[in-house]
């Protein structure tokens, strides 16, 4: 039986199997090598990391938990997890192994929905993004378009003026954006088109222009998108978790969740989905395990 089952190596999960693996835990770490950010060539906002390339930065993660002989990592998924008796987790791999773990982190991710236009994906993560913070500094003062409708379209419209002001909603059909909102989006300088959208056009993963389907072309140095996310995994669902309007799992403190025992950390729960938000998430759920399994313990 093990401590604690990982499922995910992102740095929600290699950060709390770091913690675990100090505290002289044992660990089993699952992983599909699937990182959500797969397409970027450089993480920002992470102290002493900004500007990394992504997958060094988990190798780096992997590399630091060699040292804590008590952490294993394994290359498979996840097909089941079931809560025994409240006491235990029966965790079931992709190789059709079982194992038991007294404690269950689930920090698994999301999956951006990527809007299906033709050209997009030779773009994406290099001209093409989702997350302003994340990517908006390296264009600032640019020429950028918005994707997107309703209230998910407008706010990301308007969170775009910190970075620049030459900024156009496109909407590609229907824009579902109330008077009110539409007349905002004008207070503040952002014309809104809602012809559609053909294709994407650039060089070299550089947007230069979007082709819509009446012939016209709109120059555009990026694009920003909002189209909503998946759960790379489902497993919280079986579990009882209960969904919040983003998609993503409602924790409570230290990533806990309404069965004792199960944790969710990273991008699969809260608000904030950023690469540092989610190394330190999965910390804090280290924390409560490594407590919750030393209170189990002591007689």
């Not at 990982?6 to 090598?33: E, F, K, Q, W, Y």
Request: proline letters at 4%; hydrophobic letters at 40%; one cysteine or more.
């Amino acid at each position: 039986m093990y401590d604690v089952v990982i499922v995910g190596a992102g740095p929600a999960g290699l950060s709390a199997a770091l913690i675990l693996g100090r505290c002289r835990r044992s660990v089993l770490v699952c992983d599909t090598g699937k990182p959500r950010n797969a397409a970027s060539l450089a993480l920002h906002g992470y102290l002493t990391r900004d500007g990394m390339d992504p997958r060094e930065f988990l190798e780096i993660g992997r590399r630091e938990l060699a040292p804590y002989e008590s952490v294993e990592l394994r290359p498979v998924g996840i097909v089941s997890a079931k809560c025994v008796e409240h006491k235990r987790f029966e965790v079931t791999l992709a190789d059709g192994t079982c194992v038991v773990s007294r404690k269950l982190l689930l920090a698994t991710g999301v999956v951006d929905n990527v809007p299906k236009i033709d050209g997009i994906l030779e773009l994406y993560g290099r001209s093409v993004f989702h997350c302003p913070y994340c990517d908006a500094w390296e264009l600032r003062d640019q020429p950028i378009a918005i994707y997107g409708r309703g209230e998910r379209g407008l706010g990301l419209s308007l969170e775009l003026t910190v970075w620049s002001r030459d900024l156009i909603l496109c909407t590609d059909g229907p824009g579902e954006i109330d008077a009110e909102g539409l007349s905002r989006l004008a207070r503040n300088g952002i014309a809104v088109r809602d012809d559609r959208i053909a294709s994407l056009h650039g060089r070299d993963g550089i947007l230069e222009r979007i082709a819509f389907a009446d012939g016209s072309t709109l120059p555009r140095r990026a694009m920003f998108f909002t189209a909503g996310q998946t759960l790379r995994s489902e497993l919280a669902i079986p579990l009882g978790c209960e969904l919040n309007e983003k998609g993503t799992v409602d924790t409570g403190k230290y990533e806990s969740t309404h069965l004792p025992g199960l944790y969710v950390a990273g991008d699969a729960s809260r608000a904030v989905q950023w690469v540092i938000v989610a190394a330190s998430e999965g910390a804090e759920a280290a924390f409560a395990i490594n407590t919750a399994l030393l209170k189990e313990d002591l007689l």
